[in-house]
C-alpha cells in the first residue's frame, strides 16, 4: 500500500509537470481528475510494465536495454486512450536563434509529443524516486 501511494504522489507530481511544461499536453478536469490519472498511471506502472518487459525481453536484450523507452512510450499512449480528460497534441516549435546559433521551425507529430513526454516523465519519476 506504501509502494501505490508514493507512486501515486509521485506520478501526481510528473503528470502536472508535463502538462505544465510541454506544449501540446493538456489536461482537462481539474486536480480530482489528474489524480484519477495519475492512479491510473501508477496502477499500468505496477502492474502493465512488468507484463511489457517481459513480452519485449528478446528486443530489449539484443539493444543492450535502449529498447526500454519503448514501454514508457507504450504505458503512456494506454493513459491517453484510457483517461479520456489527457490529449497529447502535436505542436509547432516556432524557432530559435541567438547570436550565430539558430533552431529552425518544425512541427512535432503527436507521435514524437508522446515520446517526448514519456522521456519526460520518466525523467521526473527517476529524480522522485532517487530523492525518496
Known amino acids: 500500500m506504501k509502494t501505490l501511494i508514493r507512486s501515486l504522489i509521485f506520478n501526481l507530481i510528473a503528470l502536472h509537470l508535463a502538462v505544465s511544461y510541454i506544449p501540446g499536453v ?45 514501454v514508457n512510450v507504450i504505458i503512456l499512449y494506454l493513459l491517453v486512450i484510457v483517461s479520456p480528460n489527457l490529449k497529447i497534441y502535436g505542436f509547432g516549435f516556432s524557432g530559435f536563434s541567438f547570436q550565430n546559433f539558430s533552431l529552425p521551425a518544425f512541427f512535432v507529430s503527436p507521435f514524437w509529443n508522446t515520446v517526448l513526454t514519456s522521456f519526460f516523465i520518466s525523467f521526473i519519476l527517476g529524480v522522485l524516486y532517487w530523492l525518496k
Do not use: D
Open 26 to 70: 493538456s489536461f482537462h478536469g481539474g486536480l480530482k481528475a489528474i489524480g484519477i490519472a495519475a492512479l491510473v498511471l501508477a496502477v499500468f506502472n505496477l502492474l502493465l510494465r512488468p507484463i511489457i518487459n517481459l513480452l519485449l525481453l528478446p528486443i530489449n536484450l539484443l539493444t543492450l536495454g535502449l529498447f526500454r523507452w519503448v
